[in-house]
């Protein structure tokens, strides 16, 4: 197994952990709405943790109505507030294995990752661009993560991963420095590692052109742009689900309402 494919960790495994980590601290409280398109009772009916929230939102009995009245605040939050981003992604994960499932099928290990980190890409991206008028919200985002999914799973297809090229003995020569605390985070939860670390810090922090880097590396240009593109993706995937550059320091108050006693 090669070290990418050992170092990588499912980016919809690590956003269920993010969210199980979140699940004790935010809270859904009801919220009634005496006129307009979301009139209506108290939704959710209870006051409910995020696991509590999962459930209900995929209850046969939970109204598509009730549904997109809770998505709404959630998405609302999501766009302002990390943490609810990563609430977003759990709540929605059940759907977004669904659509993980269908682009990544027959792929390795590795390959599937990357598709994966497309699939919650493209759902990151939806919820800060969805129309809150619109209905069946969570639906709508999670054909655009399949979308994004099945797009990656093309580009697989067409191009598939070339042979290991940029591993830690092909270390490029100096002047390349030590990455930031971010992309260090990253690499020691075995999201990327130290090889495209230092890739994507030198090309995107330092500055260093791709041309220089791959010259260096003694590897073809579309090579090195490759495994940048499909690091960055696990990146982009694993900050937006709370895998790294988010610590949950204390209890946090729940959309519409400060954290409850039990």
């Not at 409910?48 to 998505?71: C, F, G, N």
């Not at 990563?86 to 599937?112: E, H, M, N, Y």
């Not at 655009?144 to 580009?155: D, I, L, N, P, Y």
């Amino acid at each position: 197994m090669d070290t990418d494919t050992a170092a990588t960790i499912a980016p919809l495994r690590a956003a269920e952990h993010a969210f199980a980590r979140l699940a004790d601290d935010l809270w859904l409280t009801p919220e009634a709405v005496s006129e307009g398109p979301d009139a209506g009772g108290p939704v959710p009916p209870a006051v409910m943790d995020l696991q509590q929230v999962r459930t209900w939102l995929l209850e046969p009995s939970t109204s598509h109505r009730d549904r997109d009245r809770a998505w709404r605040r959630i998405i609302t939050r999501a766009r302002d507030e990390e943490q609810w981003m990563v609430a977003a992604i759990g709540l929605a994960l059940p759907g977004l294995r669904a659509a993980a499932r269908r682009a990544t099928r027959g792929l390795d290990a590795a390959a599937a990752a990357d598709v994966e980190a497309e699939v919650l890409a493209g759902f990151v991206t939806a919820v800060g661009a969805v129309n809150l008028e619109w209905t069946r919200l969570v639906w709508r985002l999670r054909c655009r993560a399949q979308r994004a999914g099945m797009r990656a799973r093309h580009r697989e297809d067409r191009h598939p991963r070339l042979p290991e090229q940029l591993n830690e003995s092909a270390a490029p020569r100096p002047p390349w420095g030590h990455p930031d605390l971010v992309l260090a985070d990253a690499v020691a939860c075995g999201v990327i590692t130290a090889g495209e670390a230092q890739l994507i810090g030198e090309t995107r922090l330092a500055r260093t052109t791709l041309h220089r880097v791959a010259a260096d590396l003694g590897a073809g240009y579309k090579t090195v742009h490759k495994r940048r593109h499909r690091a960055e993706a696990r990146l982009a995937a694993a900050i937006a689900a709370g895998a790294i550059g988010a610590r949950v320091s204390a209890p946090t108050a729940g959309a519409g309402g400060s954290v409850p006693s039990r």
